[in-house]
């Protein structure tokens, strides 16, 4: 990652924390963090301070570490403006558009209603680093606690824009048991064949899965193709609305 170091520190059961750091000035952000005490551990480990807390959203297993980090670190929390009073201890409050400086390294927000209505994404140019929280997954996306298929789909369409070569660091490690489903829906995708095998001989030999490259999504993740012409054919749901695609899709896989 050009100018920006990343440490992914797996918690729970299988949520990720990242922490990154900015080569250039060392100024140090924990993505989510659902726990504190394993991000102190590697900051204590490194010698590392803490400047920022970033939320992509208010669920428990993404800011349950927020007040304990911010107490014993003094970092400043950033999240949604639009979730303000969702978000523990939050400081800064970002919107559509809105840049982010870690340092040097500049971030912008996405704004990705869907999972949840106050979702938001970083995005770091530079770095060509996504953080997507429960938007999108390793061939798969979040569940629609709060936003409609309308919404999610056109928060995808936001990522989906970002370049091939953008790494997506999702909040869980759900790409195999995503594979699954892909499969079952995509049944033909031979991309989506050969990144499932890649897939899982990855986590038999006990790898992450995360980060994923945006280019190999786009080509293999159902959920960031519902108006492609190949999956809504193998759906039998050819020419119809994206939005209905991907509903349909989103409703499958609920109950997979
Ligand atoms: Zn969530
Ligand atoms: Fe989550």
Known sequence: MNGMEIIQIPV????????????????????????????????????????????????????????????VTRCQVVGAAADAERIPGL????????????????????????????????????AEALFCGDTLFGLGCGRLFEGTPAQMWASLLRLRALPDTAQVFCAHEYTEANAAFARRVDPRNRDLKARAEEVSAARRAGRSTVPVPLGVEKRCNPFLRADQPALQAALGMGGLDPVRVFADLRRRKDVF
């Open 91 to 126: 400081d800064i409050g970002l919107r559509h558009g809105d840049g982010f400086p870690l340092g040097q390294l500049g971030a912008t927000v996405i704004e990705v209603p869907g999972h949840t209505v106050g979702h938001i994404a970083f995005w770091f140019p530079e």
């Open 12 to 71: 729970l059961s299988d949520n990720y924390v990242h922490l990154i750091r900015d080569s250039a000035t060392g100024t140090t952000a924990a993505v989510d963090p659902a726990v504190a005490q394993p991000v102190l551990s590697v900051l204590n480990e490194r010698d590392w301070g803490l400047d920022y807390v970033l939320c992509t959203h208010h669920h428990h297993d993404h800011v349950g570490g927020n007040a304990d980090l911010k107490m």
